[in-house]
């Protein structure tokens, strides 16, 4: 499986963004994705993930109210809407995906990424 994370970009606190995560492969159903982050001088950290069907969704407490993922297996696309943006969730962000049923917030886990999109929350 490949990953392609798309939609990162220079937003003013209070503002929204949605990310896409685009993968090739027929098995895309298969795996469970997740959202990272990290930013700069920080460890990399878990922020939403969904299982194999959609059914599942998990979310950082953080985000929590703020965020949303979703995902289309006929498109093979995952989505991470983000609205209420503050200077906090300024960072890189990654889609990764696992075998795993779903939510792991180990990114250890996670057998494929994709390279990552720049998210800057400005205040």
């Known amino acids: 499986v490949q990953l392609q994370a798309s939609g990162g970009g220079l937003v003013q606190a209070g503002g929204s963004l949605r990310l896409s995560c685009a993968a090739s492969?027929?098995?895309?159903?298969?795996?469970?994705v997740g959202w990272f982050r990290q930013a700069p001088g920080k460890v990399r950290e878990f922020v939403a993930g969904?299982?194999?069907?959609?059914?599942?969704?998990y979310l950082q407490d953080s985000v929590k109210g703020r965020f949303t993922i979703s995902r289309d297996n006929a498109k093979n696309t995952v989505d991470l809407q983000m609205n209420s943006l503050i200077p906090e969730d300024t960072a890189v962000y990654y889609c990764?995906?696992?075998?795993?049923?779903?939510?792991?917030?180990?990114?250890?886990?996670?057998?494929?990424w994709g390279q990552g999109t720049l998210v800057t929350v400005s205040s």
């Open positions: 990764a995906a696992s075998l795993t049923s779903g939510g792991e917030v180990v990114a250890g886990v996670y057998d494929y």
């Open positions: 969904i299982s194999r069907r959609g059914s599942s969704t």
């Open positions: 492969g027929r098995t895309f159903s298969s795996y469970a």
